[in-house]
C-alpha cells in the first residue's frame, strides 16, 4: 500500500511538471525558431483586433444592442491583444533578441531599435484593449513593418 501510494505521488509531480513545461515555446534551448511565422501570427493577431473594434463599434451603434455579441467581440479584442504581448514578451523579447555588447555601436543600436519597436507593440496592444479608436491598429501595424524590416533586414523579401 506505502508503495503504491509512493507510485501515485511521483506520476502526480511528474504529470504536473509536463503539463508546465509544454506551455511555452520554447524556453529551452531546443533551436526551433520560426521568426517569419511569429511575425505573421502577431500581424494575423492585428486584423482581428481590427475585425473586434469595427464589430464592437457596429454593434455599439445598433438600434438594438445585442450585448451577447457585443461582450464576445470585446471578449475577442482582449485576447487577440494578449496573443500579440504574449508572442512579443516570450518569443522575441525573451528568447530571440539577445543583448549586444556596448562596443558595437551598428548592433546596439539595432538593438535598442528592436527593443523599443517591441515595446511599442505591447504599448500599443494595451491600448486596443481599452478604445475602440482604429488609429490603435494603424500605429500597431505601424510599429510591427518597422520591427519587420530591422529584424529581417536585408532578408526581409524572403520573409514578408
Partial sequence: ????????LVLILISGLSAQSALAHCEIPCGIYND?????????????????????????????????????????????????????????????????????PVKKAKYDLELSLLHELLVWSMKAKQTTDLNTVEELRHALEAFRASYFGEEMHLHH
Avoid: C
Avoid at 500500500?1 to 501515485?8: D, E, I, P, S, V
Fill in 36 to 104: 517569419k511565422l511569429r511575425v505573421d501570427l502577431i500581424a494575423e493577431h492585428i486584423t482581428t483586433i481590427e475585425k473586434s473594434i469595427n464589430q464592437v463599434v457596429a454593434l455599439g451603434g445598433a438600434e438594438e444592442t445585442d450585448y451577447n455579441q457585443l461582450v464576445r467581440w470585446v471578449n475577442n479584442k482582449e485576447f487577440h491583444a494578449n496573443e500579440l504581448q504574449h508572442i512579443v514578451t516570450q518569443y522575441f523579447m525573451t528568447q530571440r533578441i539577445k543583448p549586444v555588447a556596448e562596443d558595437d
Fill in 1 to 8: 500500500m506505502k508503495n503504491l501510494k509512493t507510485l501515485l
